[in-house]
């Protein structure tokens, strides 16, 4: 079963190779993506994040969804020293980069609890998989249609951060500027919650970021340099 929506501003893809797939786990994704899209998108005035941001909710009245993800937002600018802050000046609350990881895996935890198991969930290029091997492209930062490695993941998550897709909209909140000293990275890890989280706070850090990442549990990080350096921890896997 194959079935492709565009939800939060990219498009999500959704593999299954389990036979006799029934059509409730996949609307269950999609119905849950376009709940967070309502719920937790900066960019809706009504919004639960726009309201709190704005102070019209206390936080005794916060969903037990967003607690948990400002409490993530909050564990990595501890982590980092706050160079990774979901709070940046002149951009108020803005959880995204906690968002997007969270919400997929929540979403491959639906698949897995509705008993499926081979799966594949691609939301915008950061990819949460199910009983692979699964082979996930790493595009080269400097050019769309080439990869600059190819990994073979059975289960986890994987997602990159850069510049090349949106731009310099990953800011260092220690000094509020666009981050420099990266062109990507990218990072393996036992849940897409992790993964995402971590390749924005190391891509944010920027080349101290890539020891940072690597340092993490479970985490196994791929990163691009300007100039084409290529840094890698042991345990990346790279497709032979």
């Known amino acids: 079963m194959r079935r492709v929506e565009h939800v939060m501003g990219f498009p999500v893809s959704l593999r299954v190779d389990d036979p006799d797939v029934p059509d409730g786990p996949a609307d269950a994704v999609f119905a849950w993506l376009r709940e967070v899209d309502r719920r937790f998108s900066p960019f809706r005035e009504d919004s639960e994040v726009s309201r709190y941001g704005r102070g019209e909710l206390p936080a005794a009245a916060l969903s037990a969804d967003l607690a948990d993800v400002l409490a993530l937002g909050e564990e990595f600018c501890r982590a980092t020293g706050g160079a990774f802050d979901v709070r940046l000046p002149g951009r108020g609350l803005d959880p995204c980069a906690v968002v997007k990881g969270w919400s997929v895996q929540r979403a491959a935890e639906l698949l897995a609890g509705a008993g499926l198991r081979r799966f594949c969930l691609n939301a915008g290029g950061d990819v ?52 420099t000293g990266l062109d990507s990275l990218t990072v393996v890890a036992p849940t897409l919650t992790e993964a995402d989280a971590v390749a924005t706070a190391a891509f944010a850090l920027g080349e101290e970021g890539v020891a940072w990442a690597a340092a993490r549990e479970g985490c196994e990080v791929f990163a691009v340099l300007p100039g084409g350096r290529v840094l890698r921890t042991p345990g990346v896997p790279v497709a032979a």
């Not at 990159?160 to 509020?176: K, M, P």
């Open 128 to 179: 949460a998989v199910s009983g692979g091997p699964w082979r996930v492209g790493v595009r080269h930062p400097g050019h769309a249609d080439r990869l600059c490695a190819v990994l073979e993941v059975s289960d986890g998550g994987v997602a990159t951060s850069a510049h090349y897709e949106r731009g310099d909209h990953i800011l260092d909140g220690r000094t509020g500027l666009p981050a």
